[in-house]
């Protein structure tokens, strides 16, 4: 099993549809990073959290230690939305990123 | 936000020469720098993690003589990839973070695309 792990891998939404990503981690960790990735390649962080709950614009990000989960929600998709997204925790033992296999996300006009 | 560059964005090299990849941090001082190597459709790999005016930790694996690591100043840091081959053809992401703690965020370059043919 992996220590990062992500549902659902690939999500498929309509133009304006509320998104949700989520991720479960089985270490004990520092922080936990939401990334997204375009096409090409360029990975751009988009929070790093370690409790609670932040928003930027249309994004928003909750985190809940206890159960070890956090949610990335996308309101108002968009197709430049289209990305995969990746969350990545920072292992307390270990100090490094431990990286999820990303969710996949396409959205349709 | 914090910027990361990385140079080149492409390129391509025949087999046995050496390809050097540049990471600078634009607007903050870079105490840790991260290499990575992502394969297609798979997650990040680390290969090493360097300080500043250290020697790179490299992880398992990673040969440390092929993949070469300076990060001589707080806004630069080099990988060589040494006699390149084949196999070395793959996606590499330099990151970067103001602080060595994990408190500190990590901002990511926007990779480069090796191809050795």
């Known amino acids: 099993k992996n220590e990062v792990e992500q549902s659902p891998q690939n999500l498929t939404a309509q133009e304006g549809e509320f998104i949700t990503i989520n991720c479960s981690y089985s270490v004990g960790i520092s922080a936990l990073h939401w990334l997204q990735q375009h096409p090409g390649g360029g990975i751009v962080s988009l929070f790093m959290?370690?409790?609670g709950k932040k928003k930027h614009g249309r994004l928003i990000a909750t985190i809940n230690i206890q159960e070890k989960h956090s949610s990335l929600h996308i309101t108002a998709s968009h197709p430049r939305d289209s990305a995969v997204y990746i969350c990545a925790v920072r292992s307390w033992d270990t100090d490094k990123l431990i990286f999820g296999t990303g969710t996949r996300l396409q959205v349709f006009p | 936000g914090a910027v990361v560059s990385q140079h080149p964005s492409r390129v391509i090299c025949k087999s046995g020469t050496s390809v050097k990849i540049e990471c600078r941090s634009l607007?903050?001082?870079?105490?840790?720098m991260f290499w990575y190597r992502q394969f297609p459709k798979k997650s990040l790999m680390l290969m090493a993690t360097?300080?500043?005016?250290?020697?790179?930790?490299?992880e398992q694996g990673v040969e440390k003589d092929k993949f070469l690591i300076n990060h001589a100043s707080l806004t630069l840091s080099t990988l060589t990839v040494t006699s390149a081959h084949p196999e070395d053809s793959s996606f590499y992401i330099c990151?970067?973070?103001?602080?060595?703690?994990?408190?500190?965020?990590?901002?990511f370059g926007p990779g480069t695309r090796l191809t050795v043919t």
């Open positions: 607007d903050f001082q870079a105490t840790t």
């Open positions: 990151s970067a973070r103001e602080g060595t703690s994990g408190d500190y965020e990590q901002y």
């Open positions: 360097s300080n500043e005016g250290s020697k790179a930790t490299y």
């Open positions: 959290l370690s409790s």
